[in-house]
């Protein structure tokens, strides 16, 4: 099983490496740079990435114009969550399986 936990860790590590400046704050400039950086490889993960700067909105849940990394790391994509479909906060092989032939 992928626990929501351990997304949530991932998450959390892909935020220090997103914050450019160091601030503990992701800013539309470094969202932007963030995913022209994944477009710009053309793989299996940029295909994923699409539509960062649209979620961004839904990120930043207190509406400050910028997402913290408490944030950032809570989030869980709607595709993610629909996917888990026995209510146990966690990803088994058969819902990854099914997440994958969507």
């Known amino acids: 099983k992928l626990e929501f936990s351990e ?4 998450r959390a ?3 220090d490496r997103m914050d ?9 400039g470094e969202v932007r740079a963030a ?3 994944v477009k710009s490889k053309r793989d299996f993960q940029a295909a994923q990435f ?3 700067q649209a979620q ?8 400050a114009g910028s997402i913290s990394r408490d944030e950032f790391a809570a989030f869980i994509p709607d595709r993610l969550r629909r996917a888990e479909t026995n209510g146990d ?3 088994s092989i058969s819902e990854l399986r099914a997440l994958r032939r969507q």
């Not at 450019?20 to 539309?28: F, I, K, V, Y």
């Open 89 to 91: 906060g966690a990803l």
């Open 20 to 28: 450019a400046n160091h601030n503990g704050l992701l800013d539309a």
């Open 7 to 10: 997304i949530q860790a991932a």
């Open 56 to 63: 961004a909105g839904r990120i930043d849940r207190n509406g």
């Open 35 to 37: 995913e022209a950086a």
């Open 50 to 52: 699409g539509g960062f």
């Open 13 to 15: 590590r892909l935020f």
